[in-house]
Nanobody
Framework: QVQLVESGGGSVQPGGSLRLSCAASGSIFRVNAMAWYRRAPGKERELVAAITRSGSSNYADSVKGRFTISRDNAKNTVYLQMNSLKPDDTAVYYC????????????WGQGTQVTVSS
């Protein structure tokens, strides 16, 4: 059984920063790609940022230059540093990971709320 546990969400004023963490645990052989998605009220889920095991990353245009994704392979953990937050960033953020046990499956975290409001 594999679990992804997110932390670091909360409420912040526009222009503020938050750092999300997501740790994978369980019977893990290897973790490949990891990513952050978000779902804002009334909108579809969207990819925010993704990172390969070797560290290559890509971002949604709306967060480029403000968000940074990183990972610690030894800890099976992915991070999302969010700076210059805007009200439009308000959403539930979900962690996603491709995990080998060694059978490969896609796993999701439970979600963490990020609210940007003055």
């Amino acid at each position: 059984q594999v679990q992804l546990v997110e932390s670091g969400g909360g409420s912040v004023q526009p222009g503020g920063s938050l750092r999300l963490s997501c740790a994978a645990s369980g019977s893990i052989f290897r973790v490949n790609a990891m990513a952050w998605y978000r779902r804002a009220p009334g909108k579809e889920r969207e990819l925010v940022a993704a990172i390969t095991r070797s560290g290559s990353s890509n971002y949604a245009d709306s967060v480029k230059g403000r968000f940074t994704i990183s990972r610690d392979n030894a800890k099976n953990t992915v991070y999302l540093q969010m700076n210059s937050l805007k009200p439009d960033d308000t959403a539930v953020y979900y962690c996603n990971a491709e995990v080998g046990t060694p059978r490969w499956n896609d796993y999701w975290g439970q979600g963490t709320q990020v609210t940007v409001s003055s």
